[in-house]
């Protein structure tokens, strides 16, 4: 049986030197959402009022699609960020790794079919 101190057993579960720099990411990704999300809704909202061909027209202009791509990478990173910090809490070993590494190619391909989407209604 061995006798370990308090401190030995705490040795290596400290601190990661990442948790200021997490919070920081997520404070301003949800500054940013507090802001953009009634802006978007607004303009989601009003984009819908016609026709197929109204709304494609619509969201062709610049403003309503530059609206639409920030709110889109802003939301899905802030949800990155979100879900990495849960993969790195709850899941361990390999199996963490290779989570963490499908949740951050899941999330880029989302911006990149969701800014590709909004390119091809704006052009």
Same mark, same amino acid.
């Given at each position: 049986m061995?006798?370990?101190?308090?401190?030995k057993?705490?040795?290596?579960?400290?601190?990661?030197?990442?948790?200021?720099?997490h919070?920081?990411?997520?404070?301003?990704?949800?500054?940013?959402l507090?802001?953009?999300?009634?802006?978007?809704?607004?303009?989601?909202?009003?984009?819908?009022?016609?026709?197929?061909?109204?709304v494609? =027209?619509?969201? !062709?202009?610049?403003?309503?699609? #530059?609206?639409s791509g @920030?709110?889109?990478? +802003?939301?899905?990173?802030?949800?990155?960020?979100?879900?990495?910090?849960?993969?790195e809490?709850?899941?361990?070993?390999?199996a963490?790794?290779?989570t963490?590494? =499908?949740?951050? !190619?899941?999330?880029?391909?989302? #911006?990149?079919?969701? @800014?590709?989407?909004? +390119?091809?209604?704006?052009?």
């Amino acid at each position: 049986m061995t006798y370990l101190t308090d401190r030995k057993r705490a040795q290596g579960m400290g601190s990661g030197r990442q948790g200021t720099t997490h919070h920081w990411h997520m404070m301003i990704s949800s500054v940013a959402l507090i802001v953009m999300t009634p802006i978007f809704v607004c303009t989601f909202g009003y984009g819908f009022s016609g026709s197929y061909e109204e709304v494609l =027209a619509y969201f !062709g202009r610049p403003f309503p699609a #530059i609206v639409s791509g @920030l709110m889109l990478v +802003a939301a899905v990173m802030h949800f990155t960020f979100e879900a990495k910090e849960a993969v790195e809490d709850y899941v361990h070993g390999t199996a963490q790794k290779l989570t963490l590494i =499908a949740l951050t !190619g899941l999330c880029y391909t989302l #911006i990149a079919v969701g @800014l590709f989407a909004l +390119a091809r209604i704006a052009l």
